[in-house]
């Protein structure tokens, strides 16, 4: 999959603002699942850094594994990479809510469960949908 970036200054600045836009548009279900979860003691600022640490933590394992590992065991250092990279961003929800790994878990599955119900209303009520990332 070949990533193509916007050239010209204003097509860079528009990417970037949608960039930010979806990164808070994405950590309100988390907000929503680390509030229900923690009791009340989660912050969207604690969202915030989940959900972008996350990503960054995920992606920089996953490369790092699939990368280092690929031309020493072939195509299993991806399965493998997919794992401890999934682990990794569980434990940065795990640090940035202050939980343990079972609330962490139950927030990504709080938050996905959220975000379905907030993709069913934009879609049923305004016709605007979320790219199809669903794992199902």
Do not use: E, Q
Request: net charge positive; hydrophobic share 65%; proline share 4%.
């Amino acid at each position: 999959m070949t990533l193509h970036f916007p050239s010209d200054p204003v097509g860079l600045f528009v990417y970037l603002v949608g960039l930010l836009i979806l990164w808070f548009i994405v950590s309100i279900p988390v907000y929503f699942a680390g509030k229900l979860l923690k009791g009340g003691r989660a912050s969207f600022g604690s969202a915030l850094g989940a959900t972008l640490g996350g990503v960054i933590v995920y992606w920089l394992v996953f490369s790092v594994i699939a990368y280092f590992l690929g031309a020493v065991i072939g195509p299993a250092a991806g399965a493998l990479a997919l794992v401890v990279g999934l682990l990794a961003w569980l434990a940065v929800f795990r640090a940035a809510f202050s939980t343990s790994w079972f609330g962490a878990i139950g927030i990504v599955i709080v938050a996905w469960l959220i975000l379905l119900v907030f993709d069913f209303l934009l879609t049923t009520l305004f016709g605007v949908k979320f790219p199809d990332f669903f794992p199902f």
